[in-house]
Nanobody
Framework: QLPACGGGLVQAGGSLRLSCPAS????????MAWFRQAPGKEREVVAA????????VYADSVKGRFTISRDSAKNTEFLQMNNLEPVDTAVYYC??????????????????WGQGTQVTVSS
């Protein structure tokens, strides 16, 4: 499993940065993504990045607030979350895979998952 780090408790309007080590980068299609799952809800994609091209995709609900990036030197992916809202409260999972771009947000396209890190945003 991928050890995701950086979760915690923050007030609405605050920021958190999640990180996750890259693993198994053997394909030009290698992508890393963040999904989240709130209690009683389906796991949903938050953001995804293709490692080689830095092509990024975001859920509409986080556009303009969250930024996904990667640092090749540190072999790490980051999710910077700004202006957090209570609806962002969830367990956040990093995932890796090698999907084609049209499938970059598909949960089924990712074969390796982190254990999850809790993000709680208080109002």
């Amino acid at each position: 499993q991928l050890p995701a780090c950086g979760g915690g408790l923050v007030q609405a309007g605050g920021s958190l940065r999640l990180s996750c080590p890259a693993s198994g980068r053997t394909s030009n299609n290698y992508c890393m993504a963040w999904f989240r799952q709130a209690p009683g809800k389906e796991r949903e994609v938050v953001a995804a990045i293709r490692w080689s091209s830095r092509h990024t995709v975001y859920a509409d609900s986080v556009k303009g607030r969250f930024t996904i990036s990667r640092d090749s030197a540190k072999n790490t992916e980051f999710l910077q979350m700004n202006n957090l809202e209570p609806v962002d409260t969830a367990v956040y999972y990093c995932a890796t895979g090698a999907p084609i771009l049209s499938q970059i947000t598909a949960r089924s396209a990712y074969g390796y998952w982190g254990q999850g890190t809790q993000v709680t945003v208080s109002s």
